[in-house]
């Protein structure tokens, strides 16, 4: 079996600071994992994903992750937010059944 | 356009009431998906598709059905709908890329069961 824990429900961020948000998984095998990324009204839009290779993923928006598998975590990282960052983050994990599971996503809140 | 469409996006139904979603994409993928979402849960999976002639319970099947018109369509029904189906629904499709596949969102249809 597998999960993947968001530990933190609610994050607020000042416009301009940086940004980290934890993702961690337990997961028997190699994991395919990704962020995506849920802005008021929308649906979810792919961040970044990480299969293999560099530990350190770049994706869109100035979002990165880093994959770090002694400490069964990926987080993702901003290091200036702007307003419209403001969303609900997801972290997911992709079973060898191809199946996605998700956690209970990260809510960023941005303030002037 | 969107490459994932639902339909509607928005619906209000009573308890005992039969409803259907839709979702449309135009992305020639095979495999779909139904999800919802709960605050504080994430998204579970309801059903998924990988193919016209393939269809699999998710983790939270109980209370819906599926259908799966086309490689194009994939319609999710509450057959009597309960308030506690009242969540946002989100159709995905992926193609067939083994694990590293990505899925794609469609902007999601809100549920409300009075």
């Known amino acids: 079996a597998q999960s993947v824990t968001q530990p933190d429900i609610h994050i607020t961020v000042s416009e301009g600071a940086s940004l980290e948000l934890r993702c961690n998984y337990s997961y028997g095998a190699t994991p395919y994992l990704f962020w995506y990324v849920q802005s008021p009204g929308q649906g979810l839009q792919l961040l970044l994903k990480?299969?293999?290779?560099?530990?350190l993923v770049q994706g869109i928006k100035g979002f990165e992750a880093e994959f770090k598998r002694s400490q069964s975590s990926f987080n993702l990282r901003k290091p200036s937010v702007h307003w419209s960052d403001a969303a609900e983050y997801f972290c997911a994990v992709a079973r060898n059944d191809y199946k996605l599971s998700f956690g209970a996503g990260t809510t960023v809140t941005v303030r002037a | 356009d969107a490459d994932v469409t639902q339909t509607p996006r928005n619906r209000i139904t009573k308890t005992g009431k039969r409803i259907m979603l839709e979702c449309s994409q135009t992305k020639g993928h095979d495999r779909m998906y139904w999800y919802r979402q709960d605050p504080g849960l994430g998204l579970r999976l309801i059903y998924y598709s990988f193919d016209v002639k393939d269809i699999n319970k998710g983790e939270i099947s109980d209370g819906y059905s599926v259908s799966r018109q086309a490689q194009a369509k994939f319609s999710l029904s509450l057959e009597s709908a309960i308030p506690n189906q009242t969540a946002l629904y989100f159709c995905?499709?992926?193609?067939?890329?083994?694990?590293?596949?990505?899925?794609?969102f469609g902007p999601g249809t809100r549920l409300l069961v009075l």
């Open positions: 995905a499709t992926s193609d067939l890329l083994g694990a590293s596949e990505t899925q794609y």
């Open positions: 990480y299969f293999s290779g560099d530990t």
